[in-house]
């Protein structure tokens, strides 16, 4: 039960999530993680099959991309395996949030994030694919939440998807068809996109940028350079957030509305409301 609740006479659960981690070899899992979670490590192949003459590589969206060695792009063609063996281990979740293993999850945010779309936010039969929002359209490519900040889904949103055709189709299609040379947060959008989900942007996940690591609203940033500076911002921001949790609100909370959304930065994440004020949550001298 949430802690905040328990206080105010509610007796809500809080919701179930299970996370899913790229990490590029064994080794410690990130420190945001306890014991009791629902976790996932996935352990990318080194070698893959070769992507058929067809495929065509993005240049345009990703440029920098095309040099990089086969290790890289084999994890980006296995990703959504492991998506569809984190619904096989976890099928009841709530939630589902997806990182990578130099992504800082902060999980008290992330708790009071999930409480409110969950009790206060979301109906029943919404779904949720949320983060830090990227618009590719003009590359051919649906927009994205870009897998570094964190990849929020509603439980039955991702189900939806491992449990129609379109998920097995879309794995076939990034290891041996058309999307061969798709990144994986492609990939992930523009299958959800078949089961009519599109991605939402949140601001307080960033996929370039842990410079507010210490804001009560941030819930994810990447990257994290090293396990002692995962370590300082977790414990910083644990300071923080019990001045502040009270300020978490249903609209903090809420997909911002594509037309306030900084869909076109990969290193901002915002979102302006209109006659809204935006709250500071004052860093821990």
Not at 81 to 106: C, R, S
């Amino acid at each position: 039960l949430d802690p905040k609740n328990i206080r105010e006479g509610s007796w809500n659960p809080m919701p179930s999530v299970a996370f899913l981690v790229w990490a590029d070899k064994q080794g410690d899992v990130p420190l945001w993680t306890s014991a009791e979670d629902d976790f996932l490590m996935y352990f990318p192949p080194q070698t893959c099959a070769e992507c058929p003459k067809t495929a065509k590589q993005n240049k345009k969206a990703a440029a920098w991309s095309v040099s990089y060695p086969e290790s890289w792009w084999c994890a980006q063609r296995n990703y959504l395996t492991a998506v569809q063996q984190l619904v096989t281990h976890f099928p009841k979740q709530d939630f589902y949030f997806l990182a990578d293993e130099d992504t800082t999850v902060f999980r008290d945010s992330l708790s009071a994030l999930l409480q409110l779309l969950q009790y206060e936010v979301l109906a029943t039969a919404d779904d949720l694919f949320m983060g830090h929002g990227y618009n590719l359209s003009g590359c051919g490519i649906a927009p994205i939440v870009m897998g570094g900040s964190g990849m929020l889904l509603r439980g039955h949103t991702l189900r939806k998807l491992a449990t129609s055709p379109e998920l097995a189709l879309c794995i076939k299609e990034q290891k041996e068809g058309a999307w061969c040379w798709h990144h994986f947060d492609w990939a992930m959008a523009e299958c959800l996109l078949r089961v009519n989900v599109s991605a939402s942007g949140h601001a307080g996940f960033k996929q370039y940028n842990c410079k507010d690591y210490e804001r009560a609203d941030v819930v994810a940033c990447h990257p994290t350079l090293s396990r002692g500076s995962m370590r300082m911002m977790l414990e910083r921001h644990a300071q923080n957030y019990t001045k502040f949790r009270d300020s978490l609100s249903a609209t903090w909370a809420s997909p911002c509305e594509d037309d306030y959304y900084s869909w076109r930065s990969s290193v901002v994440s915002k979102c302006k409301r209109p006659n809204s004020t935006t709250t500071m949550y004052s860093a821990v001298a």
